[in-house]
């Protein structure tokens, strides 16, 4: 079944609506979780590392202002896309690494539809 | 950096056999996965090779040339459910565990 799980699925709002997206490991702590972006017939890019109790790591040209991540346990990590736009419409996904097992486990994505 | 190149898309007929090649370019390399991504779904794990060699599992295979920096992914016995984008990812040492994504194949199955 499912390690890693990814609420919601699909987001519709309108322009300038803040949206919240969260990731919970399921059957084990989860120090460290990820969060990609993936356009279209595109790649997965990582955007950023959520650690745990500290600041996420933001790669490089991913806004930290606009992409809010906080991993507040060891079990769940949110992705929050203030003031969205039509350009932020895209699949996030989140994954997560259990430091005892290969490889990472990957929520269902989340696809998001700004109007 | 890291450089990875795959074919953009494939074709092939059901029950054939197919082969998905991935090129990289890394220094540091520890590992490359494959992954299957079918649309709107998150990728699922389908094989990790560190060593040289070729890692069979099921009807998909996955082969590594580290000295050449190259790898496939080898479908045997096709089905339409194999239709999705196969994600070739390197990881290097150190760091976080976390490898980079090339843009996948896609790889459409005919009846």
């Known amino acids: 079944g499912a390690v890693v799980s990814q609420h919601p699925s699909w987001v519709i709002c309108k322009s300038g609506t803040s949206v919240k997206i969260e990731c919970r490991s399921l059957?084990?702590?989860?120090?460290?979780m990820f969060w990609y972006r993936q356009f279209p017939k595109q790649s997965l890019m990582l955007m950023a590392t959520?650690?745990?109790?500290?600041?996420?790591?933001?790669e490089q040209g991913v806004e930290k202002d606009k992409f809010l991540i906080n991993h507040a346990s060891l079990t769940l990590s949110t992705l929050t896309v203030t003031s969205a736009h039509p350009e932020d419409s895209s699949f996030y996904i989140c994954?997560?690494?259990?430091?005892?097992?290969?490889?990472?486990?990957f929520g269902d994505g989340t696809r998001l539809s700004i109007l | 950096g890291q450089n990875i190149d795959q074919p953009t898309e494939m074709t092939a007929t059901e029950g054939a056999i197919v082969q998905i090649n991935c090129t990289y370019q890394t220094s540091g390399f520890n590992g490359l996965f494959w992954y299957q991504q079918h649309a709107g779904e998150a990728p699922t794990f389908l094989s990790y090779?560190?060593?040289?060699g070729l890692e069979e599992k099921g009807r998909f295979s996955s082969f590594l040339s580290r000295s050449k920096g190259y790898s496939y992914l080898l479908l045997k016995e096709l089905q339409m459910k194999d239709s999705a984008s196969y994600l070739c990812?390197?990881?290097?040492?150190?760091?976080?565990?976390?490898?980079?994504f090339g843009r996948g194949t896609s790889l459409i199955v005919h009846p």
């Open positions: 059957d084990f702590q989860a120090t460290t």
């Open positions: 994954s997560a690494r259990d430091p005892e097992r290969q490889p990472q486990h």
């Open positions: 990812a390197v990881r290097i040492k150190g760091g976080s565990y976390i490898p980079t």
């Open positions: 090779n560190v060593l040289d």
């Open positions: 959520s650690n745990e109790g500290s600041k996420a790591t933001y």
